[in-house]
């Protein structure tokens, strides 16, 4: 699932391009993908809470895999904006119900571990997917790109048909809800935290074509170095807590945003690729871990949702802002106002979020006795 999305990650805004649209445009893009994510999430994290995870692990894969093999039928912006809902949509259910699957899994004791290994599974994509896509349309097409992306897909939905799902449901009688607001400070760093990520996503392979630099250099270098650092760091979380992984990794994320805004050429982009692999890829899984160490046990999915609209939210917010930014501006200021928002992550983190896992870890953890069925 998450190399098929890859797939489209450095070819999209060259695509729109091609079309003859303009970064605004690459920005509305991104930005209506991931905004019509955030309208499903909250509705799809209550029905998980209430009916399971593999019904909307499957209708989700279904509707991703037609929205990719839609984008091959692309005429125009407005077509290609009406599948990014579509595919927004899919988006929400699928990787929502997938995520709270796996957090079910994951035993407590080893949330962060475990949260770093099953981010490996994106790191591993996003190593994969953008050579990989630039590959493609260089020596194929964009036809061949949209049909493998839409057999991974396919592929995606294939592999979950035998999985075993632990589910605890929720009683009946109990109103579905939206939004978790214990996890409330930790979604609003994460916003500010994804707004630079919906700029690195949109913009880096324009601005890397703008100096001669191959985008999937910055993006094989950056899944790299999550390969690396994320095991370790989701020990790390793990043995000292979240925050003792979480601060660092947001101070180097932005250096690594700084970095970027300077770069002219392939060592600059290598360098801030490395930074942003450490820094992003240490805090990002963190986070998730300090969401589900917040939420009450049977709330997961809405928990989920919460933290997934967040990121959702800040990488279209994001992509939109950014590409304006970036039209009347420069790539440098782009960038640094990225740095700028990653800064505001870092504050909340440390005013609001801090304190509340401090409390956390000094309670035990409540046992939810509600019988366990599969589904």
């Keep these: ?10 070819t999209l805004p060259l695509f729109i391009k091609k079309m003859g649209g303009n970064e605004s445009q690459v920005g509305l893009a991104v ?4 905004l019509s994510a955030v309208i499903f999430r909250p509705i799809v994290g209550g029905l998980l809470d209430r009916f399971g995870r593999r019904p909307f692990i ?25 599948i990014r809902i579509l595919h927004g949509m899919s988006w929400a259910v699928s990787t929502t119900a997938v995520f709270t699957a796996v957090t079910d899994i994951i035993p407590s004791a080893r949330r962060g571990e475990g ?34 992306a839409t057999g991974l897909s396919v592929a995606a939905l294939l592999l979950t048909m035998g999985a075993k799902m632990p589910f605890r449901p929720q009683p009946s009688s109990r109103r579905i809800e939206l939004f978790e607001k214990s996890v409330l400070p930790v979604t609003a760093s994460v916003f500010f935290l994804t707004v630079a990520y919906g700029g690195i996503t949109a913009f880096v392979p324009l601005f890397t074509d703008s100096i001669k630099v191959n985008s999937g250099a910055f993006f094989l270098a950056y899944a790299a170095t999550l390969a690396l650092s994320r095991p370790i760091s989701g020990k790390l979380s793990d043995r000292y807590g979240e925050k003792f992984v979480i601060v660092p990794g947001l101070l180097i994320t932005i250096s690594a945003l700084i970095v970027l805004s300077f770069s002219n050429g392939l060592f600059g982009v290598l360098f801030s690729a490395v930074l942003y692999g450490i820094g992003f890829g240490s805090a990002q899984p963190a986070l998730q871990a300090a969401t589900i160490r917040l939420a009450h046990p049977d709330r997961k999915g809405v928990a989920n949702a919460s933290l997934l609209t967040a990121t959702d939210l800040g990488i279209g917010f994001g992509a939109i802002m950014l590409g304006w930014v970036s039209q009347y501006t420069s790539y440098q200021v782009l960038f640094t106002v990225s740095a700028v928002s990653v800064t505001f992550s870092l504050l909340v983190f440390t005013f609001f979020v801090k304190r509340l896992l401090n409390e956390n870890r000094l309670s035990l953890l409540k046992v939810d006795e509600t019988p366990i069925s599969m589904d």
Excluded: E, K
């Design 31 to 34: 930005g209506a993908f991931m």
């Design 58 to 82: 499957v209708w989700g894969l279904l509707l991703f895999a037609l929205a990719m093999y839609m984008y091959d039928w692309v005429g125009g912006i407005l077509v290609l904006m009406a």
């Design 1 to 10: 699932m998450f190399t098929g999305f890859y797939l489209l990650l450095p």
């Design 115 to 148: 949260m770093g290994w099953f981010s490996t599974a994106m790191t591993l994509a996003m190593a994969i997917g953008p050579l990989f896509a630039i590959w493609v349309i260089q020596n194929l097409s964009y036809h061949a790109l949209f049909l493998i």
